[in-house]
């Protein structure tokens, strides 16, 4: 008897605790509806983002507010991204910051910081032209000079040649005539007629791409930011991609560089698929009515195989949702001839379109301008003269001339 009253007891235990688990899962089944109902209704036509992933969580600071999709105004693709912005402000509708300076005086205001940079070339070239007798021997010297500043072999036999033309015709050393002549061929080696228009604007009624490259350490980050800060200074709406997945700080350092300038960036998971950063970022413009898309990719080095097909993955991508407009390597000039090798590589992979100089404040050697034009037969269209925010000038040959020979 005894035994069967404690298997009684037992059962009846056991019944009570299988009730208050059924009981427990009803209402933890009941508390989800209702969060997803009040989810649904707070956000009509749009789906809901994924809860933010220990990768979101990593990407920001303590304290970081992050706006889901839907608090900006834009579509949420299936690429698990990030879309951050502190505005609440829709993509067409920017919060008011900091307007920038229009592009056209940039490149006079930071004439003077180009000429003390520059001043061994123009000034050692005037010296040599203007001595009383120009023989054998200052040919070699001017040739030196070229050479060191990395003009490039060919520019430099080039200019030569016709420098002794003129000189031998003119029969003078006048310091003015001399300097007429010099900027001249000069000028003539920049090539003043090549089309350096950066195409970022809206392109047949959708927004023009770009796509921003290099290998590491060149800038290209800090390029698209200061690109987008441009882009802003003309009235346009600018969506960044964060396609630099494997830095971890790149995607942060973007993610600056937009909230300063007014731009919404998209970005993904540390270490994820670059290409889907870089089509979700079109997608998304496009259904914003945006103006401009800038695509910041990964550093990489030009002998590394892989890491080129990659590039050329992402540019492939990109090609299903959109033209890209524009293709932007971005060299560092103190580097010199050896931008050339990168250059060429590049251009290989991504069909360059146009050449960012960056550091060109720091290099006495501006003859990268033309040895990079003449390799690639694709235009310096911007150069970068400091670390400001709008050190980041369009190149204007005659500027950059008069700069090179500037007293």
């Known amino acids: 008897m005894t035994l069967a009253a404690d298997s009684m007891q037992s059962m009846s235990l056991f019944v009570w605790l299988a009730g208050v688990l059924v009981v427990l899962a009803v209402v933890a089944v009941a508390v989800v509806f209702f969060a997803r109902g009040r989810s649904s209704s707070s956000s009509p036509g749009v789906t809901a983002a994924a809860a933010p992933t220990t990768e ?44 920038p300076e229009p592009a056209g005086g940039r490149m006079q205001r930071l004439r003077s910081r180009l000429a003390r940079s520059q001043s061994t070339l123009g000034r050692g070239l005037l ?66 007629t090549m089309d350096r228009h950066v195409r970022t604007e809206r392109i047949d009624g959708r927004p023009g791409v770009a796509l921003v490259v290099g290998v590491n350490g060149t800038g290209k980050t800090t390029t698209t930011g200061k690109l987008a800060r441009l882009a802003v200074s003309r009235g346009e709406t600018v969506v960044l991609a964060a396609a630099d997945t494997f830095r971890a700080a790149a995607a942060d350092q973007l993610q600056t560089w937009g909230d300063r300038v007014g731009a919404v960036v998209v970005r993904g998971p540390e270490g994820g698929d670059p290409a889907s950063v870089a089509f979700e970022a079109v997608d998304i413009a496009q259904q914003a009515d945006c103006d401009t898309v800038i695509i910041d990719t990964a550093g990489r080095l030009h002998t590394k195989t892989g890491l080129m097909d990659e590039l050329g993955k992402v540019k492939r991508v990109v090609e299903k949702k959109s033209p890209i407009d524009e293709v932007l390597l971005v060299l560092d000039a103190t580097t010199g001839q050896n931008g050339l090798v990168q250059a060429r590589v590049f251009a290989d992979v991504v069909a360059v379109t146009g050449i960012v100089l960056t550091k060109l404040d720091g290099t006495a050697r501006g003859g990268i301008v033309i040895a990079v034009q003449r390799e690639l037969g694709v235009p310096v269209k911007l150069v970068g003269l400091g670390e400001g925010p709008d050190d980041l000038a369009p190149f204007e040959p005659e500027t950059f001339v008069d700069a090179l020979l500037a007293d």
């Open 56 to 99: 979101r969580e990593d990407n920001h600071a303590a304290g970081t507010p992050v706006a889901q999709p839907e608090a900006i105004g834009l579509p949420v693709g299936d690429v698990n991204l990030v879309y951050d912005s502190t505005s609440d402000a829709s993509a067409a509708g920017l919060l008011e910051f900091e307007v």
């Open 127 to 192: 010296t040599l032209l203007s001595r009383d007798t120009i023989d054998e021997s200052t040919w070699d010297e001017i040739e030196e000079v070229l050479l060191a500043a990395d003009v490039g072999v060919a520019p430099t036999q080039e200019l030569i040649t016709a420098l002794r033309t003129k000189v031998r015709v003119d029969g003078t050393s006048d310091p003015g005539q001399v300097r007429a002549v010099l900027r001249a061929e000069l000028l003539a080696l920049v090539d003043p």
